[in-house]
């Protein structure tokens, strides 16, 4: 392995960790030697996780927070050591179609994809839990630039956290902490079988064909979030990574 890869020494939270691309990431940050902190709003699920980290609970450890409690999120920062790494992994979809549009539902969408991000980085910056050479990473989604019907809240949700990450990260290049994110396509996890169950089967079908590589799987995220982690990416800030699955030729098919 390149050096510059390994996180050893590299102490990382993970927000939504109990599950999906946030569980494959604390698996992945451990076998590359980094020191996991799991947070999620399941107990249960987030020891699940950290069984499957190389090194256990000797090594990692687990913070349950519900992002979308403000006094939890002030908890949360002020427990955290730290950091040298953040991954906030943690989004809920709900369909919300704008002839029905429901404020209580764009509330809840917001909350936790966007604004708990925001507040949480600024309770860390302010406790100097975020030290110099840090690097931040924000699960997007290829929803942000590519709508989809009664999406309009989680689209929205996801375009206002990436422009979140460019500002985080003019804003602290001073102290050499990058902050950047993966826009991934479809990948499969609890949330992918959530939309396929809130759509037509011949919609989500069309939506499959679309990417000739087929969905991803939570691998494929979390290996290009341990690379912007690591000191392989010391010098890149302020990017937007697409995770595609080749969507973006399939217009040329």
């Given at each position: ?12 939270l993970v927000l939504g ?94 909350k936790i994809n966007y ?39 989680y689209s929205g949700s ?96």
């Amino acid at each position: 392995m390149i050096d510059e890869l390994n996180l050893k020494g590299k102490r990382i939270l993970v927000l939504g960790g109990s599950s999906g691309i946030g569980a494959q990431v604390c698996v992945q940050i451990a076998g590359l030697g980094g020191t996991a902190i799991v947070s999620g709003r399941n107990y249960e699920r987030l020891n699940i996780v950290l069984k499957r980290c190389e090194g256990g609970s000797e090594k990692h450890s687990v913070i349950p927070a519900d992002l979308s409690e403000s006094v939890q999120l002030e908890e949360l920062s002020n427990t955290v050591p730290p950091l040298d790494g953040l991954v906030y992994s943690a989004g809920i979809v709900q369909f919300n179609p704008i002839r029905f549009f429901d404020v209580h539902l764009a509330e809840q969408t917001f909350k936790i994809n966007y604004l708990a991000a925001v507040h949480l980085t600024s309770l860390l910056v302010r406790k100097k839990k975020i030290n110099p050479g840090c690097s931040l990473v924000f699960i997007s989604s290829l929803a942000s630039r590519y709508p989809f019907f009664g999406g309009s809240d989680y689209s929205g949700s996801k375009a206002a956290l990436e422009m979140f990450s460019k500002t985080l990260a003019m804003e602290l290049a001073d102290k050499k902490i990058r902050s950047n994110v993966v826009a991934p396509a479809m990948v499969e996890t609890a949330l992918f079988e959530r939309v396929r169950d809130n759509i037509s089967e011949s919609n989500m079908n069309k939506h499959l064909e679309r990417l000739p590589l087929g969905p991803g799987n939570p691998k494929d995220v979390a290996n290009l979030c341990c690379y912007l982690l690591s000191d392989a990416a010391k010098w890149i800030t302020g990017m937007r990574y697409e995770l595609d699955g080749g969507l973006s030729i399939s217009a040329f098919k």
